[in-house]
């Protein structure tokens, strides 16, 4: 699903993006909520990917939760769905709590039998400039009101040089937990990375639209020697363009043997894993799901190994990352029912989804004079 880039970017991609979410978000409805959600799971699983987290950031009322939700269930993917802010949110009040509240009081209704988790997407204490800092009482209310209803956190810190000290701040104030999720970390500084070990902390990378931004290189081989559990993130198909899993897995693997100017530092194996368990491992779910073992759920893809791209096949990590696409996704099962099969999705309809997402786009911007 969609996530947002952190604070205080500094880039013109940022700043367009920035810009937009901000001129398209006050006009939203509740039903564009459901569209954009419809369309990016149904993108995610027609590409081989069985869990989305649902960032959901534009949240304007409790209806607007609700269709995030709904969009969630009707598609069928494992997902994690966390409640923040809207768009203009003031940095001086707390997100909807009450709406949190009311949701955590009755989400078994939601959670499409448990496929559907809820969190918070937390702002933190905001951006290092002072106009973008969240004050304490608001930021810490938010983060006590997770916690007693035991809900996990994700957060985006320490994404690109004007956050740095973001994830140092956090840990001196001890608001790091175990299991919060940090979002990008890419100027983490050893101590910080210390710190998030020590705590229990874990990261999401979402290498295309940190380098599409210009946020920096992920520290993946560090984090990992570090022993901090790493998923990977296509973030928002604004900026990398689509939901390809294998593509960010192929330049995770080149990222890091860039760096160490060696064709072997990161394996395929290694890499393929950071998109199975170790994404399961950030998410918190690995116990559930990210590898096929007894006991665990049927989350599983199945890719055709006749195509032109991929059909002299021979390691199978090392083609899934280096090679495969997403139209070489044959079947994708959660929770052992079939979404797709012979390369199509066969409860959703593509045709009806894509002009009705259109369609919401084309009223949203007319509503907003964009």
């Avoid at 940090?182 to 050893?190: A, D, E």
């Avoid at 901090?228 to 928002?236: A, R």
Wanted: charged letters at 25%; proline letters at 4%; a positive charge.
């Amino acid at each position: 699903m969609e996530q947002p880039v952190p604070l205080a970017v500094g880039r013109q991609a940022g700043d367009r993006l920035f810009r937009l979410t901000a001129g398209l978000g006050a006009h939203y409805q509740a039903s564009d909520i459901y569209q954009g959600t419809r369309l990016a799971a149904a993108e995610a699983l027609n590409s081989g990917i069985t869990f989305a987290h649902s960032w959901c950031h534009n949240i304007r009322a409790p209806e607007y939760a609700d269709a995030d939700i709904r969009a969630l269930r009707e598609a069928g993917i494992r997902a994690r769905f966390s409640h923040g802010t809207r768009q203009g949110h003031p940095n001086k009040e707390t997100l909807d709590l009450a709406n949190l509240e009311r949701l955590a009081k009755d989400w078994k209704s939601h959670s499409n039998d448990g496929l559907i988790s809820l969190g918070m997407a937390w702002r933190g204490q905001g951006g290092n400039n002072p106009a973008a800092a969240v004050p304490e009482d608001v930021y810490k209310k938010e983060l006590e009101t997770a916690r007693r209803l035991g809900l996990p956190v994700t957060v985006h810190a320490s994404g690109s040089r004007p956050a740095t000290g973001q994830v140092e701040r956090l840990a001196k104030a001890g608001l790091l937990d175990k299991g919060m999720q940090i979002v990008h970390g890419i100027v983490l500084t050893p101590d910080e990375i210390k710190a998030m070990k020590a705590a229990g902390a874990v990261v999401s990378l979402s290498p295309y639209s940190e380098l599409r931004i210009g946020f920096g290189i992920p520290q993946t081989f560090t984090l990992l020697e570090a022993g901090i559990p790493v998923g990977l993130s296509i973030d928002t198909t604004v900026l990398s363009g689509n939901a390809d899993m294998f593509a960010i897995m192929k330049v995770i693997q080149n990222l890091e043997n860039a760096k160490a100017e060696s064709e072997f530092k990161f394996s395929a194996r290694r890499t393929l894993e950071l998109a199975t368990i170790g994404g399961a491992r950030s998410m918190g779910i690995d116990t559930k799901v990210g590898s096929i073992k007894a006991g665990k759920r049927a989350d599983i893809i199945m890719v055709d190994t006749r195509d032109f791209n991929i059909g002299v096949f021979t390691d199978p990590a090392h083609m899934l990352v280096t090679a495969a696409q997403p139209s070489n996704v044959d079947t994708v099962m959660v929770d052992g029912r079939i979404l797709k099969r012979r390369g199509r999705l066969v409860h959703m309809p593509r045709a009806d989804i894509v002009a009705e997402s259109r369609a919401a786009l084309a009223d949203l911007r007319k509503r907003a004079n964009m």
